[in-house]
Nanobody, 128 residues
């Protein structure tokens, strides 16, 4: 399994970005991809959002406060994370990952040790 995150960049506060996570190597379409982030000098946060590719079920962490929208493109095996009204505190490296049980919809109850595959992060920098 490979996950490849992209779409990061430098954006002004109030702007928007759409991050992509391209997945390959899954043996079925029943898998879920979650987005995580790690701000400079801080530990990685728990999952921000997660989507199951087969049934489209979604989880959002409470802290995303309605500014994050996760979606999928089953043809391209890609998950997107749209972040609106970006704030300087959104500055972080954003990662996508899947649980060791690929179909599992990741929530705040899951722990780092349970994630099987990580993509290389993509850096989002928000200027004030």
């Amino acid at each position: 399994v490979q996950l490849q995150a992209s779409g990061g960049g430098l954006v002004q506060a109030g702007g928007s970005l759409r991050l992509s996570c391209a997945a390959s190597g899954f043996t079925s379409d029943d898998y879920a991809i979650g987005w995580f982030r790690q701000a400079p000098g801080k530990e990685r946060e728990g999952v921000s959002a997660c989507i199951n590719m087969r049934d489209g079920s979604i989880y959002y962490a409470d802290f995303v406060t309605g500014r994050f929208t996760i979606s999928r493109d089953n043809v391209k095996n890609t998950v997107f994370l749209q972040i609106d009204n970006l704030k300087p505190e959104d500055t972080a490296v954003y990662y996508c990952a899947t649980h060791s049980a690929p179909q599992h919809l990741i929530t705040h109850n899951d722990k780092d040790a349970e994630y099987a595959y990580w993509g290389r992060g993509t850096l989002v920098t928000v200027s004030s």
